[in-house]
Structures are given as structure tokens and as C-alpha cells.
């Protein structure tokens, strides 16, 4: 088992202690002058935040360090984005989805199995991104392979031809709280298309086909 590592940021976007190498570099990507570091606990990192950077440098440990994960993408895909997909067993069938950090290849989140479709999958996933990163205060774009989902979320409104009964009840509870998200938030988030056939598969595929 991976040993937990725990990320002290002291010039970022929020100082603080983070428990991911994820919401470390999102608090640090492209930040002018970011200080962080990497410590093997809790106590660790709790000592050292409660110093200036240059005083906890002893106290770290060496091999510490942290450099950005590098992977291979076109050179005009944002790496400090959220990539989101959706998959579905069936359509409809169980669905779920779930948003990933391109650069570290992390998963931020991730919804379901629950009865539905992919375009519902697709439109819910990036509605989820928007909300979390609105939270978060977060400086990141979307990338989705969906243009229906795209579309939907621009319309505010999610035109599937799916029957609400019993069975799709939920589903379309979480689709009426997705609607009423987007009619009542203003976003600057940039969704942008990933195009599959230029550049292979999204970062968030479930890779099931």
C-alpha cells in the first residue's frame, strides 16, 4: 500500500496542509513564486506549516520533492484542467461518471452506478465540475467529448428523451438539481470540447469500450 504523504503549501492559492498531490498542485499550478513540500506525516507537515518556508527545509524529508507528473498530450490541451467522461452499462443501464485532474491523473470525483444514460452521464459530470470548482475557487477549464452534454449545459437544460417513472426518479431528482445549479450560478469555467479523433481518448475514460 502507497504510503499517505501529506503537502504543506505555504505560497499557493490557499496556504495549508493538503492530503493529496492533487489539491496540492491546484493550489500551486502556475501560482507566481508557489512554495510547497511533501512530508511522510501529519505531525510532520503540521511543524512545518507553522514555520516559514525556509525554516522548515531541515525538516523535510529529502527525497521529498515534488515535480509535476509529465504526460503526453497535444501541446494545445490544457494539463491544469478537469477532464470528466461518463460510462453506461447499456443505454439506458447503470451509469456513472467521473471527473479527472489531467495533469496528475487523479480522480477528483466520481457518481454512481445509477440508472440512466450516457448523455445524462456526460451532462451531470460537468455540471458536478462546474459546482466543485466554483467551491473550490479553483482556476481550471473542462474538457468533455460529449457536444450534446456541451450544448445541454449551455441551455441550462437537460433535453434527454429519457421517461421519468419509478425507476428513473433519482436520476431525475439529480437532474433537476443540476438545472437549477446552472440558472441560478454565473461561471467563468471554459468547457471545451476534447476531440477524440485528433486526440485520443479522454483523460476520464472509463476505458470499457
Not at 22 to 42: H, I, M, N, P
Not at 168 to 181: G, H, M, P, V, Y
Request: aromatic letters at 12%.
Amino acid at each position: 500500500m502507497k504510503k499517505q504523504k501529506y503537502y504543506v503549501v505555504w505560497v499557493g492559492l490557499t496556504p495549508g496542509i493538503y492530503s493529496t498531490w492533487t489539491e496540492c498542485l491546484l493550489q500551486t499550478k502556475g501560482v507566481k513564486g508557489a512554495k510547497y513540500k511533501s512530508f511522510d506525516s501529519r505531525g510532520e507537515a503540521e511543524k512545518a506549516f507553522s514555520v516559514p518556508y525556509e525554516n522548515s527545509i531541515p525538516a523535510a524529508n529529502p527525497s521529498s520533492h515534488l515535480s509535476q507528473k509529465q504526460i503526453e498530450l497535444p501541446k494545445e490541451v490544457q494539463i491544469n484542467s478537469l477532464a470528466v467522461d461518463a460510462a453506461c452499462s447499456g443505454n439506458p443501464g447503470k451509469m456513472e461518471y467521473r471527473g479527472i485532474h489531467i495533469a496528475s491523473q487523479q480522480e477528483i470525483f466520481h457518481f454512481g452506478p445509477i440508472y440512466g444514460t450516457n448523455n445524462i452521464g456526460e451532462f451531470l459530470a460537468i455540471v458536478h465540475g462546474l459546482a466543485l470548482i466554483k467551491q473550490k475557487n479553483w482556476n481550471l477549464s473542462i474538457y468533455s467529448d460529449s457536444r450534446n452534454a456541451i450544448n445541454w449545459v449551455k441551455s441550462k437544460k437537460c433535453h434527454t428523451k429519457l421517461p421519468r417513472n419509478a425507476k428513473t426518479e433519482e436520476l431525475f431528482k439529480l437532474i433537476s438539481r443540476a438545472e437549477t445549479w446552472l440558472c441560478n450560478n454565473q461561471y467563468t469555467t471554459q468547457i471545451i470540447k476534447w476531440e477524440t479523433a485528433e486526440w485520443g481518448e479522454i483523460p476520464a475514460d472509463f476505458g470499457r469500450k
